[in-house]
Each structure stands twice: as C-alpha cells, then as structure tokens.
C-alpha cells in the first residue's frame, strides 16, 4: 500500500485504481467471447491461457493436406 492520500494522486491514477478488474481464464472461443462482449466496459481486462496463441483445431487437417481454399 501507498502512504499518498486519494486527493494527492494523479486524477488518472484514480480512476485506475477505481476501475474493477476482470479476470477471462482461458483464450478459447467463450474466452475470446467475453473478451469482446466486456470491450466496451470501463474496466480492466485480462485473459489468460496456457497458450500464447488461438487454434481452431478442427480445421487443422485441412490446412495440413492443402484441401481448404
């Protein structure tokens, strides 16, 4: 914790501190779902996933044997 009284921070210090914070645990699609229904939402947002990247997995295959277009 900070010594600084409220009225002695930086306005948007405050606001920062006075923004919920939401945790999304998992990047998949319901993740990146609500990811993007709370983006217009004045709080700050963090999704994590064991991955650093989106797969869709099913199309996998296709991709490998050059049938997808």
């Not at 409220?6 to 306005?11: G, K, M, T, V």
Request: aromatic residues 4%; charged residues 20%.
């Amino acid at each position: 914790m900070s010594n600084q009284h409220e009225e002695d921070r930086a306005p948007e210090a405050r606001n920062r501190a006075d923004r919920p914070s939401v945790l999304i645990v998992g990047g998949g699609f319901g993740g990146i779902a609500v990811a993007r229904a709370l983006a217009h939402v004045d709080a700050d947002i963090t999704v994590i996933d064991k991955q650093n990247h989106h797969v869709f997995q099913p199309l996998l295959y296709q991709v490998a044997t050059a049938s997808l277009s």
